[in-house]
Antibody
């Protein structure tokens, strides 16, 4: 059974960089031709796709966040990561990592991790 | 403002059938398949319906989906109290080159 687990800082100061890592277990991140995404959900609001990365390192980002987002992948550790720069309170959200099959469904999700931006 | 449009709330009584709608545009629902997720309070979204009307293993056949043009709907029959959750539609968007979601529909079982 595939499992995804987010980790990283739960509290980030305004203007600093948010960093999260998603550890994948139960299968190789390199198998099956899947893309690996980050999705966030502000408190009480809906889901927003942030971007995805392939094991090759190929990426695509939501234009609304593109200037501040960098995704990376470490296939040797079976994990991928998110960096979001210059954060503000509007970036406070539960961040999920997930596996997707473009242009079809996102099928597996991590449990999510709450990141709060506050001084 | 979500790319896909859903009603913010829906409700029904136990045993009833309820439907939740999802409206999009040519670049998402008009070109690609729709998927539905169930999010119980405090948990991650769970894939409920994929590729318009397919159920993952373990999802009861009380849940069904359909799509026509740029609109889609999720139907839940034999409503149960455990079905109280937020439901989201999603699709690949060819213009965004990424996934888009509806704003979510909170289902109450009265």
């Amino acid at each position: 059974q595939l499992q995804l687990q987010e980790s990283g800082s739960g509290l980030v100061k305004p203007s600093q960089t948010l960093s999260l890592t998603c550890a994948v277990s139960g299968d190789s991140i390199s198998s099956g031709g899947y893309s690996w995404s980050w999705i966030r959900q502000p408190p009480g609001k809906g889901l927003v796709w942030i971007g995805y990365i392939y094991p090759s390192g190929s990426t695509d980002y939501n234009p609304s966040l593109k200037s501040r987002v960098t995704l990376s992948v470490d296939t040797s550790k079976n994990q991928f990561s998110l960096k979001l720069t210059s954060v503000t309170a509007a970036d406070t959200a539960v961040y999920y990592c997930a596996r997707g099959r473009r242009p079809y469904e996102i099928d597996y999700w991590g449990q999510g991790t709450l990141v709060t931006v506050s001084s | 403002q979500s790319v896909l449009t859903q009603p913010p709330s829906a409700s029904g009584t136990p045993g009833q059938r309820v439907t939740i709608s999802c409206s999009g545009s040519r670049s998402n629902l008009g070109s690609n398949t729709v998927h539905w997720y169930q999010q119980l309070p405090g948990t991650a979204p769970k894939l409920l319906i994929y590729t318009n009307n397919q159920r993952p293993s373990g999802v009861p056949d009380r849940f069904s989906g359909s799509k026509s043009g740029t609109s889609a709907s999720l139907a839940i029959s034999g409503l149960q109290s455990d079905d109280e959750a937020d439901y989201y539609c999603a699709a690949w968007d060819d213009s965004l080159n990424g996934w888009v979601f509806g704003g979510g529909t909170k289902l109450a079982v009265l």
